[in-house]
């Protein structure tokens, strides 16, 4: 082969996984709601993927790939329910639920697919964030599904073992069909419950993103990326959720700051001795915009909506010391309302140290030292070693930092807080 033809070969390989990046979700969603069965959904979509692997090679990248593949999948799907047919000599043998997920005419399975592919991909959502899996499981679906990564991907991203994390998805999808779950978007008090179960599993994975739990990296961006990738894509779906465009908002204002959270060495950089001159400043405008959006549509007072607005007097401020502590200490309050939480209470003691000194904070951070759910929490040792610091009480603060060092399952992490424990002032 020659180099021109070698060279022409890779941009067409280089074509196909950008678009099976982009219409990978949406080709399972619409399968999905055919065959009623996401592992036979993605095994579809997967063989529509090696047939443009085959072709586009020779005739060249389609005008509309996406197009494309989701007739290559029909194809597939109607070869599928031919065989199926084919095999058992007559279609009732099949069962009531595939005979009416297998329409008999390749005009009614056409017609299935060329549906509303947003409405597609938002049923998709739903059911890979059913209740029904556990926490866990929802993310690894999701992530799957709505997002593309791979088995692998993931199980790198969350220091997982690649059998677990396949094993985990096995179950979610045989879960998932075992309780005959719906592939709808579910209504009135069903879809409030969902809707949070969906932007639960998002917050989820923007945050070990932001913070890894463990491994050698402060921060995993690309999981903050394709959170935010798909909070867009919800709020395409669902523009009038005013929570999900809070916690858009809320994700790219705390991810406008990535370039400046760690220093040339991957070490961690605390807020307030960022350079806020790398923070970007067009994913802020996007996100006071999404705010904005938010509070419009009623979700003032929802967390997400609250969380942003935190964020965003972060974002708003140009130096440091410009920081609106009193409105975000405020906030946390309000915050703790809506959604009683230690960590919560936490924050916003650091708001109020900020606003009003160490000394009206210490009280608050030691009355959580009681809390069941903070006694292995890292962070609250790291933020009691900073009030003790600034307090003058140096040996009780290094005595705190060793103890959240000791806590903490992140390398990163844990060489900031024992470096913090060595300068001892």
């Given at each position: ?334 915050l703790n309302q809506v959604t009683p939480s230690p960590v919560i209470e936490l924050n916003r003691a650091v708001a109020v140290s900020m606003a009003q000194g160490p000394e009206a904070a210490l009280p608050l951070v030691d009355a959580l030292k009681a809390s069941s759910v903070l ?10 070693g900073d009030l003790l610091r600034k307090l003058g009480r140096h040996e009780e603060a290094n005595d705190e930092f060793r103890r959240a060092a000791g806590l903490t399952r992140n390398a ?14």
């Amino acid at each position: 082969m020659s180099e021109a033809a070698t060279q022409a070969r890779r941009e067409t390989d280089r074509a196909i996984a950008t678009v099976w990046r982009l219409e990978q979700a949406r080709l399972i969603a619409g399968l999905t709601r055919m065959v009623r069965d996401i592992s036979l959904a993605e095994e579809l979509a997967q063989e529509a993927l090696m047939a443009a692997l085959r072709s586009w090679p020779e005739a060249g990248v389609p005008r509309n790939p996406g197009a494309w593949l989701m007739q290559a999948a029909k194809r597939k799907a109607i070869d599928h329910f031919r065989h199926r047919k084919m095999a058992t000599g007559k279609l009732e043998a099949l069962g009531r639920d595939m005979d009416e997920a297998a329409p008999d005419t390749e005009t009614a399975l056409h017609e299935q697919l060329d549906d509303d592919v947003g409405d597609d991909l938002l049923r998709l959502i739903f059911t890979s964030c059913h209740p029904v899996l556990p926490p866990e499981s929802r993310v690894a679906l999701t992530l799957r599904l709505i997002g593309g990564l791979t088995t692998e991907e993931i199980a790198r991203a969350f220091l997982a073992n690649d059998t677990t994390i396949g094993q985990r998805i096995v179950r979610a999808k045989r879960t998932i069909a075992e309780a005959g779950v719906p592939f709808e978007v579910p209504r009135g008090a069903d879809r409030e419950e969902r809707v949070a179960s969906v932007l639960g599993v998002l917050y989820l994975i923007f945050n070990e993103g932001y913070s890894a739990t463990a491994g050698a990296d402060w921060m995993r961006p690309q999981l903050c990326e394709e959170a935010m990738r798909m909070g867009r894509t919800l709020a395409s779906l669902m523009p009038e959720e005013p929570e999900v465009h809070g916690l858009l908002a809320l994700m790219e204002l705390q991810h406008s700051r990535a370039k400046a959270r760690t220093n040339a060495a991957g070490e961690p950089v605390l807020l307030p001795d960022q350079n806020r001159a790398l923070w970007d400043q067009m994913m802020i405008r996007r996100g006071l915009e999404g705010l904005t959006r938010a509070q419009r549509l009623g979700g003032i007072a929802g967390p997400y909506s609250l969380q942003a607005a935190i964020a965003a007097c972060h974002a708003r401020a140009r130096r440091a010391e410009e920081t609106d502590w009193g409105q975000i200490a405020a906030l946390y309050g309000l915050l703790n309302q809506v959604t009683p939480s230690p960590v919560i209470e936490l924050n916003r003691a650091v708001a109020v140290s900020m606003a009003q000194g160490p000394e009206a904070a210490l009280p608050l951070v030691d009355a959580l030292k009681a809390s069941s759910v903070l006694e292995s929490y890292h962070l609250l040792y790291g933020v009691r070693g900073d009030l003790l610091r600034k307090l003058g009480r140096h040996e009780e603060a290094n005595d705190e930092f060793r103890r959240a060092a000791g806590l903490t399952r992140n390398a990163r992490e844990k060489a900031f807080l024992l470096n913090r424990a060595e300068a001892g002032v």
